[in-house]
């Protein structure tokens, strides 16, 4: 009798622990299933929704790996909390959190645009001199209009234009480069240097405008303005 009593615990144990597996696994396949539908509809997370994502993925990856057979040890070196070894379902937790998607996705930049950076440089220049300077402004990349708002651009520009004066002479393609790599960001850049002459100034100019490729178009990365000075820049004949 006492056998039998024994048996149905250890039964009843069995049945718990496996339901509390099964729910584990259930639990990671629909929140696997949630992130990877937000992924599509949020393309482009800000930082607080992607720590989320990640801390989601990260615990439904070890809900699943609850019942996948075989066992993963994992022992690394994770700053700043040092040495790091743990096994199973954790284990799996750990190398989903601290592996950066971004890391492994250098070689495979999108093709550049189909048209010539030059075409949007005229564009965007022709914009600050006719100071219609919303337009020129929506021509950013979305990074940059994320660290710079319209008004403020506004005031830079404004008060840039105020100190030089109106362009008498150019812009006037000076060199152009390209690059794969611009402050530590992969991507596509082309560079183009302009010389220019305004009216309150004695010495020739230089725009620098930098663009970058986004969604398949070239966009305005950044703007310098500056003296034509060597060696960066030496006027060119007749400038």
Request: overall charge neutral.
């Amino acid at each position: 009798m006492n056998l039998q009593a024994d048996q149905t615990i250890d039964s009843s144990k069995l049945n718990r622990a496996n339901m509390e597996r099964y729910s584990v696994f259930i639990f990671g396949v629909v929140f696997m299933a949630t992130i990877l539908t937000l992924s599509i509809w949020i393309p482009e997370p800000t930082k607080s929704q992607f720590f989320t994502f990640k801390l989601v993925i990260s615990l439904a990856a070890a809900g699943i790996g609850a019942l996948l057979p075989g066992f993963v040890e994992l022992k690394t070196k994770i700053a700043p909390l040092g040495t790091l070894r743990a096994g199973g379902a954790i284990g799996l937790f750990l190398v989903i959190w601290y592996t950066d998607p971004a890391k492994y996705a250098i070689d495979e930049i999108a093709p550049p645009p189909n048209t010539e950076a030059e075409v949007l440089f005229v564009q965007y220049l022709n914009l600050l001199d006719s100071k219609d300077y919303k337009k020129a402004y929506t021509l950013y990349a979305k990074d940059e209009r994320k660290n710079i708002s319209e008004n403020t651009f506004t005031k830079i520009v404004t008060a840039t234009e105020k100190s030089l004066g109106k362009r008498i002479k150019g812009p006037e393609v000076y060199r152009t480069s390209y690059a794969n790599e611009f402050n530590g960001q992969k991507g596509h850049f082309v560079a183009t240097t302009y010389e220019s002459r305004f009216e309150t100034q004695s010495e020739v100019w230089m725009d620098t405008v930098i663009a970058i490729a986004e969604d398949g178009e070239w966009k305005i990365y950044a703007h310098n303005l500056a003296p034509c000075l060597a060696p960066n820049c030496s006027p060119m004949p007749g400038f």
